[in-house]
């Protein structure tokens, strides 16, 4: 230790600790700076530094995914838009208000139902998963924005947008028909009752099966229980005459509307 008892004692009163001193007696030729009061500015000066220069990667990796989730959200946004504008130009107009006002209630509710318990019955999972259900991170109480963790905020704006758009699927299914209501129900219901398959241990992963891009969770899942509503409600009313093959008026009001929302969903789809 480049520094003597008297020295050492000093720099220990300074700095409050005897083994902050050890460290600035290690490191600095106490006699040589001209006393312990120089020797202890020259420590802190370091360590200033050393904290700058974490701020500086703090606030660089804070810029990046600041940037990431707001090109994530431009493209959500324009998904979520091309969804309503192509099923708002396919119906008649005196329908095109409910259509998109179904569009808007759907992102808000399954942001609340993914938000509180959805994503946890999806991800959480405290311990090894069962490969059924989670039973964590509800209200997203694990999840932060560090890029390596495994629930991160970014993660869970990307799968809502998957919620929110397989629950969509419904609303073009059965356009012009079903109250405001039920259909408000369904969403709900919908956003909070999704399984865990977060374990490749699980007999049909085990088998192989993987479903590439979220296509069984957003096209078959959104689609089967399309069908199966379409079904229950039956053709619109108005839309055919007596026979099936008679149509009493052509679909679609605003071809330019569905082919902006096509262009939306180019853009924030793919």
Not at 231 to 255: A, D, F
């Amino acid at each position: 230790m480049p520094c003597s008892a008297a020295e050492f004692l000093a720099v220990s009163q300074l700095v409050g600790s005897n083994a902050t001193a050890t460290t600035i007696c290690g490191s600095y030729a106490v006699t040589d700076m001209g006393g312990s009061t120089s020797a202890v500015l020259a420590w802190t000066v370091s360590q200033l530094q050393g904290v700058r220069e974490q701020l500086a990667d703090t606030t660089q990796a804070l810029a990046e995914s600041s940037y990431g989730l707001n090109t994530l959200f431009v493209l959500i946004s324009a998904a979520l838009l091309g969804f309503a504008m192509f099923v708002a130009g396919t119906v008649r107009s005196k329908n095109i208000s409910s259509i998109l006002m179904k569009s808007f209630i759907d992102t808000c509710i399954t942001a609340v139902g993914f938000y509180t318990v959805g994503y946890g019955f999806a991800r959480g999972h405290e311990g090894p998963s069962n490969g059924f259900i989670g039973d964590d991170d509800f209200a997203l109480s694990r999840t932060t924005s560090q890029p390596s963790g495994e629930h991160r905020w970014d993660l869970w704006l990307w799968e809502w947008v998957f919620c929110a758009a397989s629950a969509t699927i419904m609303a073009g299914a059965v356009a012009e028909r079903g109250t405001f209501i039920s259909y408000t129900i369904w969403i709900a219901f919908y956003s909070m009752g999704w399984l865990s398959a977060a374990n490749n241990k699980t007999p049909i992963l085990g088998m192989g099966a993987i479903d590439f891009a979220g296509s069984g969770v957003v096209h078959t899942q959104g689609g089967f229980a399309s069908l199966v509503a379409a079904i229950m409600l039956g053709p619109r009313i108005g839309r055919y005459g007596e026979g099936v093959n008679t149509r009493m008026y052509k679909g679609g009001h605003n071809p330019p509307y569905y082919l902006l929302g096509t262009f939306f969903l180019w853009l924030g789809w793919y």
